[in-house]
Structures are given as C-alpha cells and as structure tokens.
C-alpha cells in the first residue's frame, strides 16, 4: 500500500530518495497550500493516512514537521489543525522576505540562466493572455519565479529560509480577499528584465518593491485603510 504514493518534486531535484515520512509531508504541504486543508482544518492521522494511501507511521512524522516548523498547531492542547496566520504574523514575514528575496535577488541576477529567465516570461505571458487565470496559476508562476531567483542566488540558507517564509504566508486566508494578479504580471516582467540585463541593483529594488506592494495591497483589503 505505501509504494502507491508517487515520489515528489523537491527532494528529487537534488538526487535524495525520498523516504515515506517525506513524501507525506509533502502531499500534506501541497494540501495546506492550495488551500484543500484551510486553516482550522483538524489533522486526523487515520483519515489523511487514507487519503494519501500511506500508513501512519511516517504520517505521524509528518505531522510532527510540519508542527515542528509552525505550519499546524495544537488546539486545546489535544488533537492538530492547520494553523491560521493572523495579518500581523503575515505582514512581520512578509517584512523578513523583502530583506531576504531582495539580497536574493541581487546575488541570482549574474547567475539565472538566459533560458530560464526567457521561460519565466513565457508563463507570465500566458497567464496576461487568458482573461480568467485561476488564482492557484497565478501562485504556481509566482512561486515558480521566487524559487528560481532563490536556486541560483549562491546560498543555499538563503534559499531555504526564504521558501520557508513563502510557504508561510501561502497560508496566510487571502483566497477570500481580491488579486493583484496583473500587477504582479507587471512586476515580474520587470524584475526578469533586470535579471536579464544583470543588474543586481535593480534586482534588488524591484524585489524588495514587489514584496512591499504585496503586503500594502493585502493590508488596504482586509483593513479598509
């Protein structure tokens, strides 16, 4: 039964065969991020250890990350749910992103490959061409662009911090709250552009404007100021 669930993306890339416990966290992460398990959502072992055809050994371990970095919680000291990121939360780690991605940013802009830069700008083409882009597209793009500048930054700590404050605030309840799907289109057209154009202060800065455009727009949203 546990050899039925396929093997997935980022441990792969590097080379590592993923055990069990890593596949799980995985399909769990994927889950939480695409908004299936929404914050609150309760966590039972028995029950996600059915969903994903696996047993719940490595999904207890999983579990036990996934607790471990912040992203499930304890209610009432008893049973996991997925935990909700307050607008407080969300905004203090979009404030670290902008530090990190921008410098991030800046380091991968001698160093992205012409072909991916060129791909990037395909995808974000596509999406401005289709009048009704689903927004879990437009996260995928996003994600995609972010976690290409982080791969060819030079450090790998970096990388990692970074992706991690990402897949924090891809928890943050914004599902409800109006896009900014053609603003950010703009945004990282021009971003690609001072890649391409090896520009690491510009990288910089357009990095660090986009993250702050983000957390701007989110704030006048959901608070009307």
Same mark, same amino acid.
């Given at each position: 039964?546990?050899?039925?669930?396929?093997?997935?993306?980022?441990?792969?890339?590097?080379?590592?065969?993923?055990?069990?416990?890593?596949?799980?966290?995985?399909?769990?992460?994927?889950?939480?991020?695409?908004?299936?398990?929404?914050?609150?959502?309760? #966590?039972? $072992? !028995?029950? *996600?250890?059915?969903? /994903?055809?696996?047993? %719940?050994?490595?999904? &207890? @371990?999983?579990?036990?990350? =996934?607790?471990?970095?912040? #992203?499930? $919680? !304890?209610? *009432?000291?008893?049973? /996991?749910?997925?935990? %909700?990121?307050?607008? &407080? @939360?969300?905004?203090?780690? =979009?404030?670290?992103?902008? #530090?990190? $991605?921008?410098?991030?940013?800046?380091?991968?802009?001698?160093?992205?490959?012409?072909?991916?830069?060129?791909?990037?700008?395909?995808?974000?083409?596509?999406?401005?061409?289709?009048?009704?882009?689903?927004?879990?597209?437009?996260?995928?793009?996003?994600?995609?662009?972010?976690?290409?500048?982080?791969?060819?930054?030079?450090?790998?700590?970096?990388?990692?911090?970074?992706?991690?404050?990402?897949?924090?605030?891809?928890?943050?309840?914004?599902?409800?709250?109006?896009?900014?799907?053609?603003?950010?289109?703009?945004?990282?057209?021009?971003?690609?552009?001072?890649?391409?154009?090896?520009?690491?202060?510009?990288?910089?800065?357009?990095?660090?404007?986009?993250?702050?455009?983000?957390?701007?727009?989110?704030?006048?949203?959901?608070?009307?100021?």
């Amino acid at each position: 039964m546990n050899k039925a669930l396929a093997p997935l993306g980022p441990l792969e890339d590097i080379g590592i065969e993923p055990s069990l416990s890593d596949l799980a966290y995985e399909r769990l992460l994927d889950l939480m991020l695409s908004g299936e398990l929404p914050g609150g959502t309760p #966590l039972q $072992e !028995r029950k *996600l250890a059915l969903r /994903l055809n696996i047993s %719940r050994t490595p999904m &207890r @371990e999983a579990l036990t990350r =996934l607790e471990s970095k912040g #992203l499930v $919680e !304890r209610h *009432l000291n008893r049973y /996991l749910i997925v935990r %909700r990121l307050s607008l &407080r @939360e969300f905004v203090e780690v =979009l404030n670290v992103r902008k #530090l990190l $991605e921008s410098e991030a940013a800046a380091l991968a802009a001698l160093r992205v490959p012409l072909t991916e830069i060129a791909a990037a700008r395909q995808q974000i083409s596509d999406i401005q061409a289709a009048p009704q882009t689903p927004n879990v597209r437009g996260w995928a793009v996003d994600e995609a662009l972010h976690a290409m500048i982080g791969d060819h930054c030079g450090n790998q700590i970096l990388a990692e911090t970074a992706l991690e404050l990402r897949q924090r605030t891809h928890m943050f309840e914004t599902r409800s709250v109006p896009g900014r799907l053609h603003d950010s289109c703009a945004e990282h057209l021009a971003l690609l552009q001072a890649l391409e154009n090896r520009d690491a202060g510009a990288a910089r800065r357009l990095m660090a404007e986009h993250i702050e455009n983000v957390k701007t727009s989110t704030i006048e949203k959901l608070t009307g100021v």
